[in-house]
Antibody, heavy 121, light 106 residues
Framework: EVQLVESGGALGQPGRSLRLSCAAS????????MHWVRQAPGKGLEWVSG????????GYADSVKGRFTISRDNAKNSLYLQMNSLRAEDMALYYC??????????????WGQGTLVTVSS | EIVMTQSPATLSVSPGERATLSCRAS??????LAWYQQKSGQAPRLLIY???TRATGIPARFSGSGSGTEFTLTISSLQSEDFAVYYC????????FGQGTKVEIK
């Protein structure tokens, strides 16, 4: 069974750092691109960052560019999000999602349950 | 950056009625468009990919159409479990979501 389990969410102070992790199991992790998606309380889904299977290409939303860094360790079946210079608007539930591509179309077919990041002084 | 716009923000529908949700892209995304359903307290669930292909296990009452910049998700006869928030997502470039449409009971 495919599982994605996020961790690392916590109370962070503005300007400080947090590191999120996503542990993957039940599939060949290094066959897939992976993404982070967040959802602020009562708000919609926002794509945060993505990384290709071999880390050859990464992308970021403008709202986090220069502050967040996505990475992965295929040997550990793990995805990471280093979050620096935290802001109040970064407070959200952070999901990791698997990027599945079929017949030239790509979509997020598996999601974790999310890890909560709270930003407050 | 491609901007996705969904309408309406809220759709009030009676059980058994049809619901039609719209999604517009600021530039062409071909057919690289997916729809997700999210219920309160749950992670999103994939409904449709490639603009019109239902994901595994998704009932036939859900259908998607469109290409380029205009897309539609139709729920032919709303069941109680369909009341939720629906998001479109383009994946022609780095992914982007629409702001969501909440389907509520009328």
């Amino acid at each position: 069974e495919v599982q994605l389990v996020e961790s690392g969410g916590a109370l962070g102070q503005p300007g400080r750092s947090l590191r999120l992790s996503c542990a993957a199991s039940g599939f060949t992790f290094n066959d897939y691109a992976m993404h982070w998606v967040r959802q602020a309380p009562g708000k919609g889904l926002e794509w945060v960052s993505g990384i290709t299977w071999n880390s050859g290409s990464v992308g970021y939303a403008d709202s986090v560019k220069g502050r967040f860094t996505i990475s992965r360790d295929n040997a550990k079946n793990s995805l990471y999000l280093q979050m620096n210079s935290l802001r109040a608007e970064d407070m959200a539930l952070y999901y990791c999602a698997r990027d599945f591509c079929s017949s030239s179309f790509c979509y997020f077919d598996k999601w974790g349950q999310g890890t909560l990041v709270t930003v407050s002084s | 950056e491609i901007v996705m716009t969904q309408s309406p923000a809220t759709l009030s529908v009676s059980p058994g009625e049809r619901a039609t949700l719209s999604c517009r892209a600021s530039q062409s995304v071909s057919s690289n468009l997916a729809w997700y359903q999210q219920k309160s307290g749950q992670a999103p669930r994939l409904l449709i990919y490639g603009a019109s292909t239902r994901a595994t296990g998704i009932p036939a009452r859900f259908s998607g159409s469109g290409s380029g910049t205009e897309f539609t998700l139709t729920i032919s006869s709303l069941q109680s479990e369909d009341f939720a928030v629906y998001y479109c997502q383009q994946h022609n470039t780095w992914p982007r979501f629409g702001q969501g449409t909440k389907v509520e009971i009328k």
